[in-house]
């Protein structure tokens, strides 16, 4: 079931930021109701140790952002909310390229809410795909989490979907997208395509 709103219906300003997403890079994207996005409280569970290195790492990654229902409380103040791709390689999503990708999707997420700003959209908020620990600090603490410290990427770094609990595979596919899951010992030959998504709640 494709949950984008039609073209038809869809404002002027959302729609010059669906089609500045693709300008600005991604594969595609789509404008879906608040209300349509899926928030899984077992989703932050794939966050913890040892299947992220990032928990706890991070000031956004789990245990401190919002919780799921926080999460959707939140995300119904919004009007609307911008739902990007980038398809990717499977082979380089599985190599140390990934993070050329990853950091794409959150320069994307930056992009956009500064030109939603400009559409009248002040509070406008975007969500990335990937802990930023990795992208931007991966070797190096999180200058967030130590005493009076202030993070060293403030317009490019925020928590990811998962993060908060959005289930990123049902979205995608509730998008009309193919996604797969891609394990750290997955094949890429056995992964018919892969995608990292993002997010922007518009209000």
């Known amino acids: ?52 290195e990032c928990y706890s790492m991070s000031a956004n990654c789990p245990p401190y952002v919002m919780k799921p229902e926080e999460a959707r409380k939140w995300m119904l103040s919004y009007e609307a909310a911008l739902v990007f791709k980038i398809d990717v390689a499977p082979g380089v999503l599985l190599s140390h390229e990934s993070f050329d990708t990853f950091r794409k999707v959150y320069v994307i997420c930056s992009q956009l809410e500064k030109l939603s700003c400009d559409l009248g959209y002040a ?45 990123v595979f049902r979205l995608a596919k509730d998008m009309g997208w193919n996604i797969y899951p891609i394990l750290r010992d997955s094949n890429p030959k056995d992964v018919p395509s892969a995608m990292l998504a993002g997010l922007l709640l518009v209000g």
């Open 123 to 167: 509070h406008s908020q975007g969500l990335a795909a990937g802990s930023c620990k990795s992208v931007f600090c991966k070797n190096i603490a999180c200058e967030a989490l130590l005493n009076g410290g202030k993070c060293r990427y403030p317009s490019l770094a925020r928590p990811s979907m998962e993060a908060l609990g959005v289930n």
């Open 1 to 52: 079931m494709n949950i984008n709103i039609t073209d038809d219906d869809i404002s002027a300003p959302l729609m010059r930021l669906k089609e500045s997403a693709v300008g600005l890079g991604a594969s595609d994207a789509g404008i879906v109701r608040t209300e349509r996005i899926p928030i899984e409280d077992r989703v932050i569970e794939m966050c913890r140790e040892p299947l992220c």
